[in-house]
């Protein structure tokens, strides 16, 4: 059936940083689910080799991280989904704005930049265990108002509680999509990177903090630190001292810091932690070979979507 677009066909313009906010709820609120005969349960502790001596991990790569999607990547989508929402809003004679590219922002240097916590001496002086001001979170931006008719287009549903609605419905003389427009984007692009990965990412990092050779490392770091006049189990607990609450780093707070840093680089806690968790990850991709060889080419098609939706 063709559909025609009636001569007087409403416009709505609306801030598409909160297209894109409604966008990333609605890839994030139905991730991909891990395939059947995929398994993220840890079978045995599985071997390392000597732990290479590093004081930071910003320049080191996980072995998971060819399955997961790189800022860059994660850009392109969002920019990718943008142009295909206001295409598809056009159909029903809703124009939006053309998206602003969406910048980098104020992100780490990698998946494993402060993975390891805070490592650098620099870093420490001048933050403690605060955020540095470019490492400070952009606020999420408002939600757009939107009238009846445009959310129905947008999303398939008038509620504003609603994500997703199931679509369907004629709009101008339009069928609306699963999900309205944001549904059929999210059916081309995808949602955010697959639960397979993002659950190996995460059970190799919990695992790693309770493996024995990385609680050898961290005695030592806390051996280190008592000799510097600090009492703490391990560099994860340290984060939690209330004194840290403050609105800015204390002296206090600096010195503490640059005495864990020091401490980290005297017992390779970087090094050793690095390694055992790069081994769970290791032993969880084998168990997973196939499933994540469909992961990767999956992120693959999305990706070049993406860019023939950018360069059209």
Request: glycine share 8%.
């Amino acid at each position: 059936m063709t559909h025609t677009r009636p001569a007087a066909a409403p416009a709505a313009r609306v801030a598409l940083a909160g297209v894109l906010a409604l966008f990333a709820a609605a890839c994030s609120s139905s991730p991909s689910e891990p395939g059947k005969g995929t398994s993220t349960q840890v079978k045995g502790v599985p071997s390392v080799s000597a732990p290479p001596t590093i004081a930071t991990a910003a320049d080191q790569a996980l072995p998971i991280d060819p399955y997961l999607l790189s800022y860059e990547q994660r850009d392109q989508l969002e920019r990718a989904a943008s142009v295909l929402v206001s295409r598809c809003m056009a159909r029903f004679g809703i124009q939006y704005q053309a998206p602003p590219q969406i910048p980098g922002g104020n992100r780490p240097r990698s998946r494993t930049d402060r993975r390891y916590l805070e490592t650098t001496a620099a870093g420490a002086q001048a933050n403690g265990y605060h955020a540095a001001a470019g490492d400070q979170p952009t606020p999420a931006p408002a939600p757009p108002q939107l009238s009846d008719s445009t959310r129905l287009v947008l999303t398939g549903s008038t509620s504003a509680n609603v994500k997703s609605g199931q679509g369907g419905q004629d709009y101008n003389g339009a069928t609306i999509p699963k999900g309205g427009c944001l549904g059929e984007s999210k059916e081309k692009l995808g949602g955010g990177d697959a639960q397979l990965a993002r659950d190996i990412d995460a059970t190799a990092r919990e695992k790693s903090k309770t493996d024995d050779r990385v609680l050898a490392v961290f005695r030592t770091w806390s051996e280190c630190m008592k000799a510097e006049g600090y009492d703490y189990a391990d560099p994860i607990r340290v984060l939690d001292d209330p004194r840290w609450a403050s609105a800015a780093p204390t002296d206090v707070e600096r010195a503490t810091a640059v005495a864990d840093v020091g401490c980290k680089a005297q017992a390779n806690v970087v090094g050793v932690w690095f390694t055992v968790e790069a081994a769970y990850e290791t032993q969880l991709i084998e168990q997973n070979a196939p499933a994540l060889a469909q992961v990767r080419k999956d992120n693959e098609d999305r990706l070049r979507v993406a860019a023939q939706t950018l360069a059209s």
